[in-house]
């Protein structure tokens, strides 16, 4: 076993579409020795990584599990050999990543490390489907969620008192299980059921579906539709927005299909 430890990187892989992936972290995956990798990071971002070793640390829904206390002892491990390690996680590293976790635990053990933040799904996801989390005389903010604790949190009735009568926008991550729940909570909380919702499956990628309703009407439209994870939500007078862009809106730009202008 070598003497010299290595070295960590934690790297954010975007929200699904291959091409969001930043230049630095394409850079650490070809220098990488060993990749963890979740289950939300596309094939062709794997196909980077050239001769390293892929290690699936993911979680799938209703299947097999990699527990956090199993993955940070990965990385240990793997450091602990000298070798160039990339913890590569969907979306953005320290945006319900447990990166901040991980990045602690490798300081307490000695290990160095770096981060290389990843374009969150937060913001990109309602971007790609024509809803701004802000906009001028709209909303002057918004507030990110995870949707993967709405069994707990739905029982602070202060918490989401304060989430409905925020006037900004709320963007929910992982909560498409708990949609019904969340709806509920917030009118409970005070939110009008006429507020607009809008629920994104697989943002940002080729086969990303939009569905559009209210407080009111969206758990019963995504149910129809069948929209599973990972999926985005948007909640808040914004969503509206998104009608006033779709005919302009040309997802993949070339100068095949540019529009002629004064011709």
């Not at 070793?53 to 199993?70: A, C, E, I, L, Y």
């Not at 940070?72 to 901040?100: C, I, P, T, W």
């Not at 994870?229 to 993949?252: C, D, F, K, N």
């Amino acid at each position: 076993m070598s003497n010299i430890m290595g070295h960590v990187s934690l790297v954010g892989a975007g929200p699904g579409d291959p091409e969001l992936l930043t230049l630095k972290a394409a850079r650490r995956l070809s220098e990488a020795d060993v990749v963890l990798y979740d289950q939300l990071v596309d094939k062709s971002v794997l196909d980077l990584c050239k001769t390293a070793v892929r290690v699936f640390v993911g979680k799938v829904p209703d299947g097999p599990s990699t527990p956090q206390s199993q993955i940070n002892e990965l990385l240990y491990a793997y450091a602990s050999k000298g070798l160039r390690v990339v913890r590569l996680k969907g979306g953005d590293a320290f945006v319900f990543g447990r990166g901040g976790e991980e990045a602690i635990y490798l300081t307490d053990l000695g290990v160095t490390f770096d981060v290389v933040p990843g374009i969150s799904s937060s913001i990109s996801v309602p971007e790609t489907a024509l809803i701004p989390v802000t906009h001028r005389g709209v909303a002057t903010h918004f507030t990110v969620i995870t949707g993967m604790s709405a069994d707990e949190d739905l029982s602070i009735e202060e918490t989401w008192s304060a989430l409905a009568k925020t006037g900004g926008t709320l963007v929910f991550l992982m909560g498409v299980r708990a949609l019904d729940r969340i709806s509920a909570a917030l009118v409970a909380g005070g939110a009008d059921l006429s507020t607009p919702v809008a629920v994104i499956e697989k943002g940002t990628t080729a086969d990303e579906r939009v569905v559009v309703g209210t407080l009111d009407t969206i758990y019963q439209l995504v149910r129809d539709e069948r929209i599973q994870s990972p999926a985005t939500i948007v909640v808040g007078e914004v969503v509206r927005l998104r009608g006033q862009m779709v005919g302009g809106y040309m997802r993949e730009f070339s100068p095949v299909n540019a529009v002629a202008v004064g011709a």
